[in-house]
């Protein structure tokens, strides 16, 4: 597992993207519960790309549905995010992961998809980077000063 990244996502405010991949299919909110709509949002990784936790929480799932391959992982704020259409989980229930930690392996699709109790929420809102803060660092020979703690969850760019 990756070191944790400072638990700069504890909010939920901001996932980091889970792959570094563009989003192929888009969410589309279901009309009702049963009706057709995109539940996530899909990439398209390269096959057998790592797959990282968007954000720290802990693995309420992990295995096959229907032949495929899901991890699930809950996070502080109650939420869940889903992954799915994976080659391969890494991660077994129970497990603790730490944003930035591989929890999967993709197949040629990834599906992404976070919800709050049964109710799907489209994560491209929040969907972000992790950026270092910028430091200067002097030229003149003056020592420099301590870079500052942290990283941070800026937009994604398109």
Not at 103 to 116: E, Q
Not at 126 to 140: A, C, K, M, T
Request: hydrophobic residues 40%.
């Amino acid at each position: 597992m990756a070191a944790p990244l400072f638990g700069l996502l504890a909010a939920g405010t901001c996932f980091v993207a889970p792959v570094d991949a563009p989003v192929t299919d888009p969410f589309r909110q279901p009309p009702c519960e049963w009706c057709a709509g995109n539940r996530g949002i899909e990439f398209g990784p390269t096959t057998g790309h790592e797959v990282i936790a968007a954000a720290s929480g802990t693995v309420t799932f992990s295995g096959s549905v229907a032949g495929t391959t899901y991890v699930v992982v809950q996070h502080a704020d109650g939420t869940r995010t889903t992954y799915g259409m994976l080659a391969r989980a890494e991660v077994g229930r129970g497990a603790h992961v730490d944003v930035g930690d591989q929890i999967a392996v993709a197949g040629s699709r990834l599906h992404f998809g976070w919800r709050d109790g049964d109710t799907y929420l489209d994560p491209t809102g929040v969907l972000g980077r992790l950026q270092r803060r910028p430091r200067l660092i002097p030229l003149d020979g003056t020592a420099p000063r301590t870079a500052p703690d942290g990283v941070r969850c800026v937009a994604r760019e398109p």
